[in-house]
Structure formats: C-alpha cells, structure tokens
C-alpha cells in the first residue's frame, strides 16, 4: 500500500500541493517552519480524519481560508479525501462516497507516525499505549472493531445509570452482560496480539549490539483483576463504580508495560534508547500488521533527532522490510537521505522534495 498522489489545499502554512510519490522512500527536507511536519500530518489525516497535533480542525486551516482538503490516490486504487471548514463543517470520502466512520480511513491506509509524540508511549498514559496494541489487533482481527464498539456501548450505558445515583440491579445487569461479553473478547483478541507483538519487539531489539534494550520486558494488563471473569469483577466493583460514578474495570482500563528490570523504562533508558525502542514497537506493529494484508506506510518526522547514525540505519533495515513506502523530513538533505542511501533499491533512491514557505518541489532526479 502507497500514497501514489498527495494533493494539499490550505492545509497550515500550505497553500497548494499536488506531488507525485514514489513507493519507497520521499525525503521532504526544508529549514525550520518551512511545512515539513504540516505535510506528514496532511497524510496522517488521510488515516484517522484527525490531526496528530491539534484537536482543533480550525488550527490546522491555513489562516484566512474557509477550509482545508486533503486528498490522495492509493497504488490499491482506492482515493481518499478529508476536507474541513472553519465553520465545523465537513467531509470524509472513500473513492468519492461518504465514509461513515474514520475506521473505514484507517482501514484504507494503514500507517504508522514516528516523531517526537511518540514518547508518550513510553512516559505517557495507558491509552496511549492501549491504541498502540488496538491498531495492531484492528489491522489483523477483523471482528474487533465491531466488538469494541459493542463494547464502548454498553460502558456508556453502564456510566450513564451509575451517574444517575440509584441502580436498578435487573436493568445494569443487562448492561452487564453485555459488557462482559465484549469485553472478553476483546480481551481474548489483544492478548494473541500482545504476546505476537512482544516477541516481535524482542527479535528487533536483540539485532542491536551489546544493548541495553535486550533487557526491556513487555507486559500485558487486560483492565480487571486476574482471578476474576469481567462480570465478577464489573458485579464486585457495583458499589465503588456508583460512587465514583464510572466503571473502574474492564478492558478500557486495559495497559502494555515497558520495564527494563523491573523499572519503568522511561526512567532507566536514554533518549536514544527510547527512540529506539519505540522505533522497534512501531516497526514490530507493522510486522504483524503485513503477515495479514499490505505493507503499512511509515511517516517519520526528523529520524536524526536523538538518533546516533548506525541507530538510523538499523531503523530504515527495519523499515524497508516491513513499510511499502515512507515519508521522511529533515532539515538538511545529506543526513535525512544517509541511512536510506544504505539501503537496497527500491529504498537506497529517495525521492527528494523541498519545503520552503509551504511551497513543496520535486527535486529532479538522475533517474527522472
Ligand atoms: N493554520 C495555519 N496557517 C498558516 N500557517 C500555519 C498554521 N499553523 C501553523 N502554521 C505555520 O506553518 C509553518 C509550518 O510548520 P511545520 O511544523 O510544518 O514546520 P516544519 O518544517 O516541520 O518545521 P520544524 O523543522 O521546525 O519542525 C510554521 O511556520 C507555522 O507557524
């Protein structure tokens, strides 16, 4: 799977963009501010209908313009389009119909970003980490979506009789079950995919030399006490969750651990180590994603930051064995094309572009 055409308008500092990609690698190299990021977020929003910096479609439009469109074809033949207005208004199309929701976009590209948000992996909170593992098991059980959203029903149901103060115990039953039964399995549903997940992390990490990363653990918290069935527990929880007012259990409470001895591995790796181990996670997710459909597509915003140069050509090995394409930025063209020079055609030629002032040109090739 690739972005084989990217059209921008009033995308940021953006104004027009229509760029031809090439499956492998397209550098987008420009100075600080240029647009660089506001191009992979472009594409971002082409799998999730989202920005990955801002919660505010407003923010992203260009200042001064009623609206933003982004716009690709996929070498699977599908076309995907997202617009915004700054009035709240917008559209989300699939091969020029109405997509129903931003899964169905998920589904169509799947796509993985590395910039300096993906920390949060590591130090950020558990959902965080939950929509790590739930994009692997997405892209490989196709029930789960449903099963999820069956279950994201019925704890909003749940919530809603807990808040109102007073239970009726037959009418939160119901609830309940139905809670248990989805949540079981989307319990059942992550677990295979944590344990293939972990072990592909760990076959990534033990290819670095004399690493500390060869003694990083993953663990699995699936939300709810391990003697229990989610319905004992949801049962046993009744009376606490009515005075908070929220289910405290269950798969939603659900977290993947990094440790390194026992340690929260943010507090014992480096920077660079912890680059490198979220590079590794990613990596390891497309892995599993590509055993069972295309080859994701990575987005990768400045790979030299915190990266030392024998660390950024492990990552593009990585990458070229398990992306169909990606996107990379960076401020200077030499370093950001190096560890991709390394590598085998097609990955070893990058496609340059240079940002400069939200304008994006091709660079011509030799090949071109
Ligand atoms: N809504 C907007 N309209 C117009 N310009 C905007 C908008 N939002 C941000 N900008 C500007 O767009 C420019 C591009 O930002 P972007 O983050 O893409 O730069 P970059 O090339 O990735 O920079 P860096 O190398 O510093 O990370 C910035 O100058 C920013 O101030």
Redesign the pocket.
Same mark, same amino acid.
């Given at each position: 799977m690739a972005l084989t055409r990217l059209l921008l308008s009033n995308f940021?500092?953006i104004s027009q963009a229509d760029l031809t990609l090439d499956a492998g690698v397209n550098l987008f190299c420009?100075?600080?501010? !240029?647009?660089?990021?506001?191009?992979l977020?472009a594409a971002h929003m082409l799998a999730t209908g989202r920005s990955f910096r801002s919660r505010q479609h407003k !923010?992203?439009?260009?200042?001064d313009s009623h609206g933003l469109t982004v716009f690709a074809q996929l070498d699977t033949g599908y076309s995907l389009g997202v617009e915004r207005l700054a009035d709240g208004g917008g559209r989300v199309r699939i091969n020029q119909a109405a997509a129903e929701s931003s899964s169905q976009l998920a589904n169509c590209l799947p796509l993985q970003l590395i910039n300096s948000d993906s920390f949060a992996a590591l130090d950020g909170g558990p959902g965080v980490r939950r929509r790590l593992l739930d994009w692997t098991v997405f892209h490989v059980e196709h029930l789960f979506a449903q099963e999820w959203k069956n279950y994201q029903i019925a704890l909003k149901q749940r919530n809603a009789l807990l808040r109102r103060g007073k239970i009726d115990t037959q009418v939160i039953g119901v609830w309940e079950e139905q809670l248990a039964q989805s949540g079981e399995r989307v319990d059942a549903q992550r677990r295979v995919q944590f344990l293939a997940l972990r072990a592909a992390v760990s076959g990534l990490l033990e290819e670095l030399p004399r690493s500390l990363l060869h003694h990083v653990d993953m663990g699995y918290r699936r939300g709810w006490r391990k003697e229990s069935t989610l319905s004992e527990a949801l049962r046993e929880s009744r009376d606490g969750d009515l005075g908070q007012g929220h289910t405290r259990t269950g798969p939603h409470r659900a977290d993947v651990r990094f440790t390194v001895a026992g340690e929260p591995a943010h507090n014992v790796l480096s920077r660079g180590q912890q680059k490198m181990l979220v590079c590794a996670v990613r990596t390891a997710m497309a892995q599993l994603v590509c055993r069972h459909r295309e080859k994701p597509v990575f987005l990768v915003?400045?790979l030299p930051a915190e990266l030392d140069e024998h660390n950024q050509q492990v990552f593009a090995h990585w990458v070229g064995r398990c992306a169909s394409q990606v996107l990379v930025?960076g401020?200077e063209e030499g370093a950001t094309s190096r560890p991709w020079r390394q590598l085998e055609a097609p990955w070893n030629c990058p496609k340059v572009f240079h940002?400069e002032h939200?304008n994006i040109s091709a660079e011509a090739s030799a090949a071109q």
């Open positions: 940021r500092n420009g100075d600080n501010g !240029s647009g660089k990021t506001s191009l977020e !923010s992203v439009i260009r200042h915003d400045d930025t401020i940002v939200g």
